[in-house]
């Protein structure tokens, strides 16, 4: 693990608020040269600790106003290979993101959708019908607050 110290904290935390800072603002915050911050900022990509910035999207304004999570319990039937489940699972629009968990599940999916009865359609339709497919259990999202992260 590479030590950081508070800097790179600060660093790490205004960009987990918001990816799209550049090294000159985060200079100014942080009180350091715009050199000095850019070479912390590349030292953190260059050794992974930072891997890319996220464009995030707001999906209700986009016409998803639901969001659902999924457990996926593959069925012991048939033995499915996880590859097959995942590669057919990642071609569904509405999935945004398949983990690969372990406990009462072997798979958590978070699917969006335009309303309960588009969501019940890939439910029906394109979830249900995946190679492997044992219990589903879903759980409707009410709310979401971001957390950055623990830096």
């Known amino acids: 693990m ?16 918001d990816a799209s800072l550049s090294a000159s603002t985060l200079s100014r915050r942080l ?12 030292r953190l990509q260059d050794e992974g600790i930072l891997a890319g910035r996220r464009l995030v ?5 986009l016409g998803f106003g639901v969001t659902v999570f999924l457990g996926i ?13 995942e590669r057919a699972v990642t071609s569904i629009r509405e999935v945004q993101t398949v983990e690969h968990v372990l406990g009462l599940y072997d798979y958590r999916l978070r699917v969006v959708a ?3 009865a588009d969501f019940e359609r890939v439910l029906r339709r394109r979830i249900m019908t995946l190679p ?4 589903v259990e879903a759980n409707v999202l009410l709310s979401e607050e971001r957390l950055a992260g623990p830096i």
Do not use: H
């Not at 040269?33 to 900022?41: D, E, F, I, K």
């Not at 319990?73 to 489940?85: I, M, N, P, T, W």
């Open 2 to 17: 590479t030590p950081l110290d508070d800097l790179d904290r600060k660093i790490l935390g205004a960009l987990a608020a």
């Open 31 to 42: 009180g350091l040269s715009q050199p000095a911050t850019w070479r912390r900022m590349r």
């Open 57 to 61: 999207l707001d999906a209700a304004k």
């Open 73 to 85: 319990k593959l069925a012991a039937k048939g033995r499915v290979s996880l590859e097959d489940f």
């Open 114 to 116: 335009r309303d309960l």
């Open 132 to 135: 492997g497919v044992g219990n």
